[in-house]
């Protein structure tokens, strides 16, 4: 299994301010995955992202609102642009195991007033 | 397309008891189910995988969880719950391990164990 820190762990922000969220893993990683649950939810993935191209967004989430860096086969950070309260989600970074398994950080939880 | 469906949004179980959490999924050709959990605050936690094999899988936690083609399910199980495991449960399921098999995961179930 992977270890994977993700920072901030929580942050309050403004409306229409933007943050970005880190996550780092301790091992190199092909892809990783970045999803989101908003409150009471289930999760729903944003992106895959693949080091040295650009992510694959799923529908409904585009890259000027959550651009995502793959800068290297261990790291990767999530912005999300101009935020409004509907964005006020726990964010996770995952990694995928050799069967298929995801692996998770511990969530950056983000509240937006 | 694939989807995983859990029908309970909470289950509750007195401390001792045996508990189980359902799952159903559906998908084409043999599918990936996996469990995880979720604590407070926390990230999701891998807890087993049902790949090929026995339909019985064990995981971390003296969790189980039973494959049955047939039905369709894959559901969580513990003999002896403990008040430590009240957390949320998410059942998922993907077609295959290939880059474009995405992981598709339950809304969710919440589990509360009374003392």
């Known amino acids: 299994s992977a270890v994977i820190s993700q920072k901030p762990s929580r942050d309050i922000c403004q409306r229409g301010t933007s943050l970005t969220i880190q996550c780092q893993v301790d091992?190199?990683?092909?892809?990783m995955f970045w999803y989101r649950q908003q409150p009471g939810q289930s999760l729903t993935l944003i992106a895959t992202?693949?080091?040295?191209?650009?992510?694959?967004?799923e529908s409904g989430f585009v890259i000027d609102k959550f651009p995502i860096s793959r800068p290297n086969l261990t790291f990767s950070t999530l912005t999300v642009s101009n935020m409004s309260p509907e964005d006020s989600s726990i964010y996770l970074c995952?990694?995928?195991?050799?069967?298929?398994?995801?692996?998770f950080g511990e969530g950056s939880r983000l509240t937006v007033l | 397309a694939q989807s995983v469906a859990q029908p309970e949004d909470q289950v509750n179980v007195a401390e001792g008891n045996p508990l189980t959490v359902k799952c159903t999924y559906s998908?084409?050709?043999?599918?990936?189910l996996f469990w995880y959990v979720q604590y407070p605050n926390r990230g999701l936690q891998f807890l087993l995988k049902y790949i090929t094999g026995d339909n019985l899988v064990k995981g971390s936690y003296g969790f189980e969880a039973e494959f049955n083609k047939s039905q369709t399910s894959f559901h969580l199980k513990k003999p002896s719950a403990l008040v430590s495991d009240s957390a949320l449960y998410f059942c998922a399921v993907r077609r295959g391990v290939n880059r474009d098999d995405k992981i598709i995961f339950g809304k969710g179930t919440r589990l509360h164990i009374l003392p």
């Open positions: 992202a693949n080091q040295g191209s650009e992510a694959t967004y």
């Open positions: 995952s990694v995928g195991g050799v069967t298929g398994e995801l692996f």
């Open positions: 091992s190199q990683v092909t892809m």
């Open positions: 998908v084409s050709g043999n599918p990936y």
